[in-house]
Structures are given as structure tokens and as C-alpha cells.
């Protein structure tokens, strides 16, 4: 069974720091650009960042950039997001997926996802 699986999320005061990892399971990432999304309360699920299958290649929206680091790490079939800085405002399940494919996560085209985890709740709170 294909599945992608979110761990890290918790409690953090602002400022604090969280490692979300996104874990594949029975199929090889290498081939898939992945993407972190969230939703906050309220508001719609957002693309925040991506990585190519290579990892030479990533891609942050401005609410996280300069805060937020993609990673990957394909010998584990595992994408990592640090999230440093972090702001009330970053509270929010957070959720990974799949694509084939390299190009989207250039262009930043957040669509047409193959594989989605469950997702990891982060809250950011005092």
C-alpha cells in the first residue's frame, strides 16, 4: 500500500523550532517532487514549500521563506521540513504529497497531487 506519513508536529512556543518529516511507504520517493502544505483553521490548504526528486531544486511561498527549510533525504524515502521562527500565524495541520515529475515544483504549481498524508498538527502558542 502506497502512503506517505507525516511526523513531528506538537506544542511550540513562538520563536520555537519543529522538524516535520513526511515518510514514504511502499513506494520509492526518488522519482516524486514533494510538497508541504497546510491549512489553518478557517482557511484554505496552502503549498508552502516543494522539492524536486533530486533535491537541487526547491521552492518556498513568502509566508515561510527565509524560516522554513525543505530537505530530502532519498536512501530514507524521507522529505523533512525545519521550521524555525516560528509565529502563531504558522499554526495549522500540515500535510505532504507526491507528484511525478519535477517540473510543478519549479513553477510552483501546487496541483494534481498523486499521494497525500494525513497530516501533523502544529501549533504555535504561548
Known amino acids: 500500500q502506497l502512503q506517505l506519513v507525516e511526523s513531528g508536529g506538537g506544542l511550540v512556543q513562538p520563536g520555537g523550532s519543529l522538524r516535520l518529516s513526511c515518510a514514504g511507504s511502499g513506494f520509492p520517493l526518488d522519482g516524486y517532487s514533494i510538497g508541504w502544505f497546510r491549512q489553518a483553521p478557517g482557511k484554505e490548504r496552502e503549498g508552502i514549500s516543494c522539492?524536486?526528486?533530486?533535491?537541487?531544486?526547491?521552492n518556498y511561498a513568502d509566508s515561510v521563506k527565509g524560516r522554513f527549510t525543505i530537505s530530502r533525504d532519498n536512501a530514507k524515502n524521507t522529505v523533512y521540513l525545519q521550521m524555525n521562527s516560528l509565529k502563531p500565524e504558522d499554526t495549522a495541520v500540515y500535510y505532504c504529497?507526491?507528484?511525478?515529475?519535477?517540473?510543478?515544483?519549479?513553477?510552483?504549481?501546487?496541483?494534481?497531487?498523486?499521494?497525500w498524508g494525513k497530516g501533523t498538527l502544529v501549533t504555535v502558542s504561548s
Open positions: 504529497a507526491a507528484r511525478y515529475g519535477n517540473i510543478w515544483c519549479a513553477r510552483a504549481n501546487y496541483y494534481g497531487m498523486d499521494y
Open positions: 522539492i524536486n526528486s533530486s533535491g537541487a531544486t526547491t
